[in-house]
């Protein structure tokens, strides 16, 4: 399942490929994509940790970008 998400005021390119990067490694996700200059995150996701990843998600990006946030789309 593909989730996108909008990384409200994300400034920092080197961190969005940090969160690229511990998205990519949370369990059940096959791939994850931060594109910066569109401040989206797209992640393909196992269906059954679909539900839960969101919290997740929302975790890495406070660790690396703590006033970033993170919009379902």
Known sequence: MKKTYILEDLDCAHCAGEIEAAVG?????T??????LTQKLVVE???AKADKITKEIRKVV??????VEVVEK
Not at 25 to 29: A, R, Y
Not at 31 to 36: A, C, G, I, K
Not at 62 to 67: L, Q
């Open 25 to 29: 490694k949370l369990e059940g996700v």
């Open 31 to 36: 791939s994850s994509t931060v594109t910066f």
């Open 45 to 47: 996701v196992e269906d």
């Open 62 to 67: 406070k660790k690396f970008e703590p006033d």
